[in-house]
């Protein structure tokens, strides 16, 4: 299979339609295992995807210690052709809680150096602030990155759940590849706004969330139980009612995968996938038959009857429950 590809923004690198989030690998979803992780990033790779996501706070440098794993026992080509996206700025404590962002210049290099160092590679493709910090001009953070791209350590700056206003300002300062942020069949608050402004710019949008976390996955049941150190366990869309009524949105889904013979997470791949070519889906996956699925997901074509259908199963506003909890939602300046 030949992958396809997307060109990140106007001036930003081309990469694999799907990227992976390596996210869940370390951090947020409950326990992950080491092997089948690095497995799972050697298998995107053999099947044409470039595009490795991470931030340097999953898991504490666990995911970008993995990567570096994964990349160093690649063969040679694979790792050649990976692109590493790294999302910085998240402070944490010992005890793994989260205590604010650090935007400042002197921390963007900082955080820079100690992420090169765990990866094991001398540049970072696309580096990005995960959320605004409200105590710093965003000017001044993109302007950190210019400079280590002048320096070589980066190649391209993102940005990470910010809104419009935002996007123009750190576009002023240099040229943005894509805009990281939330995006899928039941979180669609970026049609509004953000959309149009990425795209009069010239930005694309590498989504994740595609799946909702799993809950639109196909596989997520009712009566799943949740460890302590899953994000899906304080997540509103995964309590009580929101979650029967969420759930309730997949059954309608499920019956247009069967009718059109592919599974529940390949439709909500694929419809994001169909939304432009500006959009590039991050798929969550940490196992190698989660990744073989998300992959089938370029197979399946959306005619206008299957997007109207769609739109009927899953109406744009139809999810029961915000997308993080109260006080994360506060950091984001997408949602003001
Ligand atoms: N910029 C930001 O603020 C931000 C925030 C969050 C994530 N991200 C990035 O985006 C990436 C993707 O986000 P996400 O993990 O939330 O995305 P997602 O694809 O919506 O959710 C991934 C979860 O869905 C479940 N799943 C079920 N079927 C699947 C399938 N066929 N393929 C993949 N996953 C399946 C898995 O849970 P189980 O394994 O438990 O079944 C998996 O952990 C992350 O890894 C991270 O790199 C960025």
Redesign the pocket.
Known sequence: MTMRTRTLGTTGPQVSALGL????MSAL??DADRAESVATIHAALEAGVTLL???DFYGMGHNELLIGEALRTAPAARREQALVSV?FGALRGPDGGWTGYDGRPAAVKNFAAYSLQRLGVDHIDVYRI?RLDPDVPIEETVGAIAELIEQGYVRHVGL??VGAETIRRAAAVAPIADL???Y?LISRGIEESILPTTRELGISVTA???????LI?G?FSRDRQLAANDFRAYSPRFQGDNLQHNLSLVDALRKIAEQKGVTV?QIAIAWVLSRGEDIVP??????RE??D??LGALDVTLDEADLTAIEQAVPADAAAGDRYPTAAMAHLDSER
């Not at 994740?208 to 799993?214: D, I, M, N, P, T």
């Not at 991050?282 to 196992?287: C, M, N, V």
């Open positions: 989030g390596c996210m869940g979803y409950g996501d991470t931030g999302k995960a990470s759940e990281q942020i939330e899928s994740y969330g595609v799946l909702s976390r799993g996955s596989h997470a991050l798929i969550g996956a940490r196992t989660r990744l699925e998300s």
